[in-house]
């Protein structure tokens, strides 16, 4: 149903599924929730430190930054702009709600 939405910018299953993945929030507190950024893949790199000790840490990749675009395109075909910020329970509520999934039909002329 998301892929017929999307229309000619067509979306694969699998990376439906990680963009999906990626959208979370988190309940901060009564009033508020935090929507976390999605961007990029997570992987592994080894770095070095000054004195050459050497380390793993994870971090987006940012140069096949895929996931991004898919995540916008998904937002500009159902009308959200949320991304990366923090809101109230009745604003988030209301986002939400806003939410429709109406396909447009093609009117042949």
């Keep these: ?47 070095r430190t000054e004195n050459q000790k050497e380390y793993t840490t994870i971090k987006i990749n940012k140069k096949e930054d895929i996931t991004r675009k898919d995540f916008l395109t998904m937002q500009k075909h159902f009308d959200i702009d949320l991304d990366a910020c923090y809101l109230k329970i009745n604003e988030f509520t209301q986002e939400l709600k806003k939410i429709k999934y109406k396909v447009a039909k093609n009117k042949t002329e």
């Design 1 to 47: 149903m998301i892929q017929y939405k999307l229309g000619d910018e067509k979306i694969s299953t699998d990376r439906l599924k990680t963009v999906l993945s990626m959208c979370t929030c988190e309940m901060i507190n009564e009033y508020q929730i935090d929507l976390d950024n999605v961007s990029g893949n997570y992987e592994f790199e080894k770095v």
